[in-house]
């Protein structure tokens, strides 16, 4: 064989076994981007055009009026950073310091939970003792963490009698 | 759905309790599986929803809750208050999805 040929072979196999990760980085980087902006873009318009139910933590309802309706109310999301996301994060690591992909993936991952929540209370005047729950996911290889972030909304949704359905306060 | 009231409050807004039971729970211990993983490890690489394991825990949780109310059924109570969820990774790739809460009657 022409010495040179396997000199060219040589350099084509380091090139794809160094280059591959690096071009893996920058396209599974991009494509997490732009389905990151179009998640948040989804969260927004949902946030402003679904109905408004205040949630809160505490745990009393108004003792004034009945209670028409209460039960149990879920939502639940399991998210995970991308690729190129995920080595930044690696590498941050390595400094210290605020750790921004993983804390919009929150925001993101929170959001829509409570999105879907929302989703499952129909008809209600509010949503009692809201909490959130956040739980990591082992990944494939068993270490904590990576394998993705499950976050669990739950409450207790509670609609009342309409106001106009109730007997006139005494007095 | 069912005729349970489930809620995580510590009472039934607009009913009082009757009486109470004791503590009612149920667990369930998933792990992934072979296809969801490689889909999941896959869609791990782009980020964002990984819909497989969304799904995974919802039904899991279900189910937990469903043994959670089949004992509380047994007690006879008609409401479980309180209702809490712990979710923790017990081993490789497994994790444990647990629901509890306090069985009552109320009236």
Known sequence: MDPSQSQNSELIFMLIFYALPVVGLVVFGLIGVVAERRHFASIRLREQTGPRIPMVTVRKCDPNRAVAESRLVTGSVVVSLDYFKRFLAGLRNLFGGRVRSYESLMDRARREATLRLQAECVGADMVLNFRIETSALANTRGKKGAGGVEVLAYGTMVRYVPMDAMPPPLG | ?107
Request: proline share 1%.
């Open chain 2, 1 to 107: 759905m069912n005729d349970l009231l489930l809620t995580n409050l510590e009472s039934v807004p607009g009913r009082h309790i009757a009486e109470h039971y004791g503590l009612v729970s149920g667990n369930t211990v998933r792990a992934k599986n072979v296809g969801r993983d490689i889909a999941a490890s896959f869609k791990n690489l782009v980020g964002g929803e990984l819909k497989g394991y969304t799904e995974l825990l919802t039904e899991a949780r279900q189910q937990a809750t469903a043994r959670m109310i089949e004992q509380a059924r047994a007690l006879g109570a008609n409401a479980v208050l309180n209702v809490r969820f712990s979710t923790s990774s017990v081993a490789q790739g497994a994790a444990e999805l647990y629901v509890y809460g306090s069985a009552v009657r109320v009236e």
